[in-house]
């Protein structure tokens, strides 16, 4: 699977939002992605979740999914985009002065904005 910061940030504003993130058709190939996404997230700290799978191992629904208190600022700064290199500078500035314990989640969020991850 080839990580899609688009999706990324799909999945963030539908799980604040309290939409479901996985499809309805259970048995999809979008759903295993979708889930390989929401790992991924889980694995940054950005979102915590229970997931439900099929007896074949497909996740077919969350029993709890949520955002953690650094999700919700990542929400914040994707909101404050604008894509302007000056904004996404901004961004990277606070994101940096934000997490400075996770230098991984930094470069996951750096990414996203399309800028340079830290040395």
Known sequence: MKRDPELLREILFKIEDDVDV????????K???IHG???LLEDDGL???DPLHNI???PIKYRSIRLTSTGHDVLDALRDDDGTPAMKERISMRLKAMLPYAPTVVDLLLKLFGASPSP
């Open 47 to 49: 979102v915590e979740c």
């Open 31 to 33: 759903n295993r992605v």
């Open 37 to 39: 996404h929401v790992e």
């Open 22 to 29: 996985l499809t309805q058709d259970m048995h999809t190939e």
């Open 56 to 58: 074949a191992g497909v």
